[in-house]
């Protein structure tokens, strides 16, 4: 069964940077859909960015456009998320989430949080000074 293990987190300073990884373990990694949440203290899990099986496709929530990245090594089963520009707002748990590939209508389905069969127990981030 496919398994997902976060790490990298930590802190940092505003304005820094870090990158999280997100590594799988199982078969049929390359059918999977990978996605990207944060949760922080009170609020909802929301998705941040997502990238199809393949890694040709991918989405970014608007709060993090621009200054994070998605990318994957299906060789070595690893999903990376570089973040830039790093601001309060950022500190979250932050959590990988895998979702068999299936046809979808538009962008926006690519994770879906409720296709999201399988998750990784999370890495924590918080940007302070």
């Known amino acids: 069964q496919l398994q997902l293990v976060e790490s990298g987190g930590g802190l940092v300073q505003p304005g820094g940077s870090l990158r999280l990884s997100c590594t799988a373990s199982g078969v049929n990694f390359d059918y999977f859909n990978i996605g990207w949440f944060r949760q922080a203290p009170g609020k909802e899990r929301e998705e941040i960015t997502c990238?199809?099986?393949?890694?040709?496709?991918?989405t970014y929530a608007d709060s993090v456009k621009g200054r994070f990245t998605i990318s994957r090594d299906n060789a070595k089963k690893t999903v990376y998320l570089q973040m830039n520009n790093l601001n309060s707002e950022d500190t979250a748990d932050y959590y990988c989430a895998a979702g068999l590939r299936r046809p979808i209508s538009s962008m926006r389905q690519l994770c879906a949080r409720d296709k999201m069969a399988v998750w990784g127990k999370g890495t924590p981030v918080t940007v302070s000074s």
């Open positions: 990238i199809s099986s393949r890694g040709s496709s991918t």
